[in-house]
């Protein structure tokens, strides 16, 4: 392979170049969402990321089985084996079928991913598809010794597996520091220590998704579905697995302990972690008001967004921090991301209007060794995008007759730009994404004509009359009607 590609490896602690097992295939695993609400900002980040070293790998050559999955089971509200299923209480809520919320929000999902240009797994499996192969790493890992029967649940024995192994390895922790971080729980006595962690759990009465074993009737642990997912499809040992920082403990902590004891080694050669977007600084969360769903995103629709944003805008944004850096959402760093988008796209466009001359005042090869070297880096694409704009700077001198390009290093300039831009960073023009910009001037001018309804109700003849004229001017046909009215584009 000609491009190397560093990765800094979260199980090592250090940047590493990557070999892959085979070459012929890559194997990245990916921790994909649990689907029982809209998506929002904190899903783009790993979708992004990961949608990066997807298209890199690509582009250098390698052929990669790439698997995402959805987790449609098993995961509680909270990380320590209580609480109520995500998905069942969703459904219970809102009085639905769990597989109907799945269903929706998957569809949702894709939606908004699709929007984002992130391009599709290879496979994308669900958890509750996998019960029976969860139900055999159940059975092989108490057959080994690694865990233990309680009440219908099986747990897995974290101080056994310490006598021969590190769980912590990953994320650093030690159990002594578990123990004092865990606060005591319901149903925390069926464990033997609070950090042990479930395999199977048996259904209380009330639960809906539940399948039959030889333990009780029940559903599993969520860090068993990734386990037995990976190993299906991209066998016991694959290259990379990747997910958000928030995932690194105890998700796939549990996830290592698991495969090691049922195959003897870590699954993964390379842990890649994203980390996370802050909003104004603070975590996002429902209770701080300021969660914000991508729908929100797109159509502007939430109090502290002061504009809608295109969803290239989000996507260049995100890429403009790298990928382990947290990143803070502010409608200024927003709004100067469109900005910088807009210049960069432009920039491309002209490509083709640029005119070959007799001698070169650029040295094509090395921005491109340098664009090169920096996606190489562990994904360095704030770097890669600094190129870029060298670049873009010497297509406006160009442009600008001050300045020339012989004709194999001009091609060569437009191959860089294009395969940087659109290839690897996956930007699009706005043209491109009519879809949510058609959708965004529907809300806009709907928005505009309920206003000068409201204003008519209120006898505010002149802005009512502004409103229609301003609109008229910018070429639209509004009709009153008795329901309100109708436009259209002339
Ligand atoms: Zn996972």
Known sequence: MENKLFIYNTLSRKKEEFKSINPNSVGLYVCGPTVYGDPHLGHSRPAITYDILFRYLNHVGYKVRYVRNI???????????????????????????????????TDRYHQYMDQLNVKKPSIEPRASGHVIEQLQLVDDILAKGYAYESNGSVYFDVDKYNETNNYGRLSGRNTEDMLSTTRELDGQTEKRKSYDFALWKKAAPEHIMRWPSKYSDGFPGWHLECSAMSARY??????????????????????????TVANGHTPARYWMHNNMITINGQKMGKS?????????????????????YN??????????????????????????????????????????????GSESSFDVKDLSDKC????????????????????????????????????????????????????????????????GSDQLLDETVNLLLSLRVDAKTNKDWATADKIRNELQNLGFVITDTKDGFEWEIK
């Open 71 to 105: 987790t449609d089971v098993g995961h509680l509200e909270s990380d320590g084996d209580v609480g109520e299923d995500k998905i069942a209480k969703k459904a219970r809520l809102e009085e639905l079928e769990p597989m109907e919320v799945v269903q929706y929000y």
């Open 234 to 259: 991209l066998g016991t040992e694959f290259d990379i697995h990747g997910g958000g920082m928030d995932l690194l403990f105890p998700h796939h902590e549990c996830e290592i302990a698991q495969s």
């Open 288 to 308: 701080l008001g300021n969660f914000i769903t991508l729908e929100q995103f797109f159509n502007g629709n939430h109090e502290l967004l002061e504009q809608a």
């Open 311 to 356: 969803p290239m805008t989000v996507r260049f944004f995100i890429l403009q921090a790298h990928y382990r850096s947290t990143l803070d959402f502010s409608n200024e760093a927003l709004q100067a991301a469109q900005k910088g988008m807009e210049r960069l796209l432009e920039g491309c466009s002209k490509l083709d209007k640029l005119e070959p």
């Open 372 to 435: 090169y070297a920096a996606i190489s880096d562990d994904l360095n694409t704030p770097i890669l995008i600094a190129h870029l704009f060298e670049g873009l700077k010497w297509i406006n001198t160009i442009l600008a007759g001050k300045a020339s390009l012989k004709e194999e290093d001009l091609e060569a300039l437009k191959a860089l730009m294009n395969t940087m831009v659109f290839d690897i960073l996956g930007l699009e023009n706005s043209e491109q994404t009519s879809g």
